[in-house]
């Protein structure tokens, strides 16, 4: 059982930069896959990156170079650093964990937080 809690999220203007973190409140990540999704008004849940617990990181391409995800397993947090901000990156965003090694889809993830909203202002 884990349990995962967001923070950092908030209202930025286009061009801005925000860090999300996710902290294991119950239970620890060291051991799974960390990965962020994010929800949209009306839209499906869609990944955005992950980060493996060999480091590896994979990113959504609408995001790759902007989007750093990063995990500190002695903090029992993962956290994506956003930079370079657009309006269409307004979501809420989802950090969530999976046993499996290069999860991109929902179903692949065991547990989830509750979310933090991102709005990014044009």
């Excluded at 620890?28 to 929800?39: D, E, N």
């Excluded at 790759?64 to 995990?71: A, W």
């Amino acid at each position: 059982q884990v349990q995962l809690v967001e923070s950092g999220g908030g209202l930025v203007e286009a061009g801005g930069s925000l860090r999300l973190s996710c902290a294991a409140s119950v239970g620890t990540i060291s051991t799974s896959t960390m990965g962020w999704f994010r929800q949209a008004p009306g839209k499906e849940r869609e990944f955005v990156a992950f980060v493996h617990v060999s480091g590896m990181t994979d990113y959504t391409d609408s995001v790759e170079g902007r989007f750093t995800i990063s995990r500190d397993d002695a903090k029992n947090t993962v956290y994506l650093q956003m930079n370079s901000l657009k309006p269409e990156d307004t979501a809420v965003y989802y950090c969530a964990s999976s046993y499996g090694s290069t999860p991109t889809l929902v179903p692949e993830y065991n547990y989830w937080g509750q979310g933090t909203q991102v709005t990014v202002s044009s």
